[in-house]
């Protein structure tokens, strides 16, 4: 069992279990950063992703609905509007489900095709782990899980929109909305889940279940992204790449 650490220690610790643990980016973010997705792909990756999204109210409610300290919980419910739609209170972004149909709209997928598409039993299955992740968890840890997600998502949403407008000119600008709403709001998100991490996971057994949370959390984007990659990508890939990517 690890020492207890204090705040800042233990958000480094924490952040370095997530680098030592995939210390590499997914082969399918790799080539996305890169240009080297096709259309084909990026759509089928776009449509997958969806169900994470239309779902997210599954895990954010849970959050919501464990948290004992108001002052969170209003901070909590702020993100959970932002997902379901800032213009609801005069905002300026609709809900983050319609920001992403219309990068699907941008990839050139009907609105129909995404609401309707079934996803791929591993997109299926990562979401329901993640709920009862969410579920079981200490409520405090349960929030906590945020820094794989929202912890880094400024950064990485920066780095998706970059790459998009490089190197996929054929995408219209106007359709990368979700990524600018989530270089935004994720900043703010990023840093409540770091402050909760802080001040209430102050004692060894948290802090543990802390650590094994976000590996779990990490093992879960990684097997979104594993699903797409072994359906979409990695068969039509030449051995040199596959080598390169996978390491």
């Keep these: 069992m690890a020492a207890l650490l204090g705040p ?5 610790d924490l952040q370095e279990v997530l680098r030592q643990y995939h210390p590499r980016p997914h082969p399918v973010r790799q080539l996305l950063l890169r240009g080297q997705l096709s259309q084909e792909q990026l759509q089928w990756w776009a449509r997958n992703q969806f169900h994470e999204f239309r779902n997210i109210h ?20 702020e993100n959970m509007v932002e997902e379901e739609g800032e213009d ?8 983050h489900c319609e920001l992403w149909l219309r990068f699907a709209n941008g990839l050139g997928i009907a609105s129909d095709d995404m609401l309707n598409y ?15 992740l969410v579920q079981q ?9 945020g820094l794989v997600f929202e912890g880094g998502g ?11 407008e490089r190197y996929y000119p054929w995408i219209p600008l106007s359709s990368l909305e979700f990524f600018r709403a989530h270089e935004y709001h994720d900043k703010g998100h990023g840093d409540m889940v770091t402050q909760v991490i802080k001040q209430h996971c102050m004692d060894e057994g948290l802090q543990n279940a802390m650590r094994d949370a976000v590996r779990q959390r990490a093992d879960i984007m990684w097997l979104q992204n594993d699903s797409i990659y072994h359906a979409f990508v990695r068969p039509l890939l030449p051995v040199q790449m596959i080598e390169a990517i996978e390491g």
């Design 8 to 12: 800042e220690e233990l958000i480094a």
């Design 58 to 77: 599954r895990f954010f409610g849970i959050r919501y609905q464990k948290c004992p300290v108001p002052e969170l919980r209003r901070m909590l419910l």
């Design 88 to 95: 609801l209170f005069g905002g300026k972004y609709p809900s």
């Design 118 to 132: 079934e996803p791929l039993p591993g997109i299926r299955a990562a979401l329901e782990m993640y709920v009862a």
């Design 137 to 145: 968890s200490h409520w405090a840890v349960a929030i906590g899980t």
């Design 154 to 164: 400024p950064k990485r949403m920066k780095e998706e929109r970059e790459a998009f």
